[in-house]
């Protein structure tokens, strides 16, 4: 691995100009490395982060993927890290032409990085400076605990989804005069979605008697607005209290309060696990943004890649090899989901919208089907209405937002399904919906959906921890439940139980049932028994 040479370095900053006069904005100094195969895939399973800490697991991967590429070598064209400055890799028999349009592609990648609200906690961070110290430690403490600090790892790693990223954001980023006070947030937060469980529409409806008691009077406002909770609630006190009485530091996920509050990590001898857990909960917290918008941000990439690469006169003599990289890239999946394909489409999508003024409101009003068709306004703010989409959305907002029928329509989208040819023994896919709602719900199952599950204070104690699991519908995997609460009850060291809903499925009918359960680990053996 070495920095790219001084012609090609030349290259990238004649692109960094051109992708700023169109609009992007990111910071100057980047970094770019040449690396071969063999580079990329020992850098593969440390998410390329050179300085990422050394696991087992990862000399594993390492391993398989040497595996792969002898079976069926390829040629990645390029990896780029969020990182201060920005560092990308290139495979070293990229032409000077495909340099050019890739440059582009990481260009509006880093722009990306450091522009949309999911990587906020992100902008002031030196990640991979970071990952050395960190690296460094746990190769000190090897070197004191031998491979006791594998095992921590790797248990922390079993929960490391877990991390609230969101609450860590708000946390981070949210003006703490506008915070709520302690109370308030628990009697709306938890004792009423959690505890009393009122339906959805109640909740708004005390919310707004809330907004009532302030609206009459800021100053007293709240106080006589739990005064009339105590009429409703008697139990809200002592619920609250015995939540205080819990609540030490502000946890906000279960690997923060394992890592804080576990007894046997608390032992002196002990403490330096969570300094291994604090490590890989970073870690993971660092990666979530990007996990959480890999549509958006190829779309965005690939978005700007054509737009600034079909400008460039340096595409002259190059235009049919670049029709077919970009259409290999690109191009929509009829099976499968193609992330660059869909989230480049639903850009160009957004801008095509802007630019009719088919974003605003009056728009919206219109019921004839023909008037909204011939609806333009050529309003000319395409441009500002896809920068506005980078600085603010996610995957699931942008697919949530903009899949539409006429988006479908549009690129000819539809869900597959297989059914089993028993005759010639093939599976045949067929069409199986072209409805906007069906492949809307198939694109946000696709997406990463960890679990929620919270410490049930009120039956935690220092013997045993105790976590429920907010159903949404969908059952845990049951293959990785005993493995996680295995790892959970040796970083807790005691008994742990996990309250969560299994689905039932009729063998006779399509009707779907459902059943609360407790799992229950201790001494490494794990129960299983239904609840009320």
Not at 47 to 59: F, S
Not at 228 to 233: L, N
Not at 246 to 275: A, T
Not at 410 to 417: A, D, E, G, I, R
Request: proline residues 3%; charged residues 30%; negative net charge.
């Amino acid at each position: 691995m070495e920095l790219i040479n001084q012609k090609t370095k030349k290259i990238m900053e004649e692109c960094k100009e051109r992708a700023m006069d169109a609009g992007l904005h990111f910071e100057s100094d980047t970094l770019e490395y040449i690396v071969t195969n063999r580079d990329l895939i020992e850098l593969s399973p440390k998410v390329m982060i050179p300085t990422l800490y050394d696991y087992w697991v990862n000399d594993v991967e390492v391993l398989k993927e040497q595996g792969k590429y002898k079976l069926a070598p390829s040629n990645p064209y390029e990896t780029v890290i969020n990182s201060r400055p920005a560092i990308s890799f290139y495979n070293d028999n990229n032409p000077d032409w495909l340099n050019i349009m890739i440059f582009y592609h990481v260009l509006a990648h880093i722009d990306f990085f450091q522009n949309n609200k999911l990587f906020e906690r992100t902008w002031g961070d030196d990640f991979v400076g970071q990952a050395l110290a960190d690296k460094r430690l746990i190769a000190n403490l090897k070197s004191e605990h031998g491979r006791w600090v594998d095992y921590v790892i790797e248990f922390s790693r079993c929960i490391n989804n877990l991390v609230g990223y969101f609450n860590e954001l708000s946390r981070a980023s949210f003006p703490k005069d506008m915070n709520p006070t302690d109370k308030l947030d628990y009697y709306f937060g938890t004792f009423l979605q959690d505890i009393v469980q009122i339906p959805e529409h109640e909740l708004y409806k005390e919310v707004e008697r809330y907004n009532q008691f302030i609206a009459q009077d800021e100053n007293v406002g709240e106080a006589l607005f739990f005064n009339e909770i105590k009429k409703k609630y008697p139990e809200f006190n002592s619920k609250y209290n015995n939540h205080l009485s819990h609540e030490k530091n502000g946890c906000i996920d279960v690997m923060e309060y394992i890592r804080d509050h576990s007894p046997f990590l608390n032992k002196e001898k002990n403490k330096w696990m969570q300094s291994v857990m604090s490590i890989v909960r970073s870690t993971s917290l660092y990666f979530e943004p990007q996990i959480r918008t890999k549509i958006i941000n190829e779309g965005w990439a690939s978005y700007w890649h054509d737009e600034l690469f079909l400008k460039d006169e340096r595409i002259k003599g190059h235009e049919i090899a670049y029709a077919k990289i970009n259409a290999a890239v690109t191009s929509i999946s009829r099976v499968g989901l193609n992330p660059y394909a869909i989230g480049l489409r639903l850009v160009q999508h957004v801008e095509e919208l802007a630019e009719k003024g088919k974003l605003d409101f009056h728009f919206q009003k219109i019921e004839n089907i023909e008037n909204r068709e011939n609806y333009d306004k050529k309003t000319l703010k395409g441009k500002e209405a896809i920068f506005e989409l980078r600085k603010n959305f996610s995957d699931f907002t942008l697919i949530n937002t903009f899949v539409s029928q006429e988006f479908v329509d549009n690129h000819n989208l539809f869900v597959t399904s297989r059914r089993l040819d028993e005759e010639r023994e093939v599976y045949q896919y067929y069409i199986k919906s072209r409805k906007a709602d069906d492949y809307k719900r198939m694109l946000i199952d696709s997406l990463y959906h960890p679990p929620t599950l919270t410490v049930d204070l009120e039956r935690t104690h220092d013997d045993m921890l105790y976590l429920v699991h907010k159903f949404e519908g969908k059952q845990l995997i049951r293959e990785f439940i005993a493995e996680t609460l295995m790892a959970i009850e040796f970083l807790w060291g005691g008994e742990v139980k996990l309250e969560t809903t299994d689905v039932i499925q009729s063998d006779y009918s399509d009707e779907v049932g459902y059943q609360k359960v407790l799992y229950t680990a201790n001494y490494r053996k794990l129960e299983k028994q239904e609840i009320d």
